[in-house]
């Protein structure tokens, strides 16, 4: 695991990146989010950071359970954005499944990730892998 922040001429935020391959990155990364969140100004409204975090945790938790076990997420804000990248293992974009009421074996998180952003884009690697990219308005 490990973790690098750069920041603006201002002293905010602006980009983090976290590797990560253990379950116990979730949680972490989810803190992150919210502490990059924090950091940022002008500051995002709660419900905006609240929301950055729940779209992180969705998407690093994929990227273990269907990506190859390894993440790779960037956060990075702009005047009117706010970014989420997470990289993973596995060429194979995320499918829309119908989520499960009964057995517990999930099938909400993508159909979440697309209502909650304003865009989501996934992209191959030049080499394994592929990159899903969200953004939130500010």
């Not at 500051?43 to 729940?54: K, N, W």
């Not at 293992?89 to 990730?113: C, K, Q, V, Y």
């Amino acid at each position: 695991m490990s973790e690098t922040t750069t920041t603006d001429t201002e002293g905010s935020a602006s980009c983090l990146v976290l590797e990560d391959d253990s379950p116990a990155g979730v949680p972490r990364a989810r803190d992150i989010a919210r502490v990059f969140a924090d950091r940022l100004e002008p500051a995002l409204a709660a419900e905006t950071a609240e929301t950055l975090a729940l779209v992180v945790t969705e998407l690093t938790t994929n990227a273990l359970r269907h990506g190859g076990g390894r993440y790779t997420l960037e956060l990075s804000a702009g005047p009117d954005m706010v970014n989420v990248a997470v990289s993973d293992l596995s060429r194979e974009p995320p499918r829309m499944r119908a989520p499960d009421l009964n057995g517990g074996t999930g099938g909400f998180g993508w159909h979440m990730i697309r209502r909650l952003t304003c865009s989501v884009t996934t992209s191959r690697g030049p080499g394994q892998g592929k990159t899903i990219r969200a953004s939130l308005p500010r």
